[in-house]
């Protein structure tokens, strides 16, 4: 199974520190936060990595290289400054990705997640991972039932980032910008989206102070 990585995001919410360097090289830990992904993959066994690349992605390029040095390999989906969003930018890289499920998870989380627990997963359009919904999104995103995730309904919890997707998800999709959430609804109400709920280490690394929070939590010696 092949992963793909989200990295083209301006990170607006995370500016000034944006501003100068692509919010996936943002440090935590001695480590940028892409890179704790590389090394999960790694240890998942997962070898193949697709990045998108927009803004400063030069940057990611550069430091990540060709990811021999992760025990990847990694290719690259280059947007430019036109960034295509979740969706769209998944739907430029399916070429990258093969005929088979793949992984997607979003360069700006932090998590302990095992991505090789993915590998066991039937996945009929999608299968997507929830977390407990964070203080600063209390009303989730999606219902867990029985393991089927839907639209509507209760309890309700919030989508990790982390998500297989078969590219026939994507098959009325047309090229440009578009998020992926629509399109996992649409599934949703066909049922053919199951999920998990994880209750371990996650993070949605959107802003400043919740990176501080972040780097405290990883390294109490750290500061921001």
């Known amino acids: 199974m092949r992963a793909m990585i989200l990295a083209a995001g301006r990170g607006e919410r995370m500016r000034p520190l944006t501003d100068a360097t692509p919010k996936p090289l943002l440090r935590v830990g001695g480590q940028c936060l892409i890179e704790y992904h590389l090394h999960a993959l790694a240890r998942a066994d997962i070898r193949e990595v697709v990045i998108n690349l927009g803004h400063l992605g030069e940057q990611i390029e550069a430091r990540l290289g060709d990811g021999r040095r992760y025990g990847l390999s990694i290719r ?20 990258l990705m093969g005929p088979d499920p793949f992984i997607v998870i979003n360069g700006d989380i932090f998590t302990d997640f095992a991505f090789g627990d993915l590998l066991q997963r039937s996945v ?26 839907g639209v509507e309904g209760a309890p309700r919890y919030t989508f990790s980032g982390i998500g297989i997707y078969r590219p026939e998800l ?49 390294d109490p010696h750290a500061r921001g």
Do not use: K
Not at 83 to 91: A, C, E, N, R, S
């Open 124 to 149: 009929a359009l999608a299968h997507v991972v929830l977390v407990a919904n964070p203080a600063h999104h209390p009303q989730g995103d999606f219902s867990l039932v029985d393991g089927q995730v």
């Open 76 to 95: 690259y989906s280059q947007e430019g400054d036109h960034v295509l969003d979740t969706g769209g930018g998944i739907l430029r890289a399916l070429p």
């Open 170 to 218: 994507f098959v009325d999709c047309a090229a440009g910008v578009f998020p992926l959430a629509p399109l996992l609804r649409r599934a949703m109400l066909t049922g053919q989206v199951n999920g998990e709920l994880y209750e371990g280490v996650w993070c949605d690394v959107g802003t400043p102070e919740r990176l501080n929070a972040l780097a405290a939590r990883v």
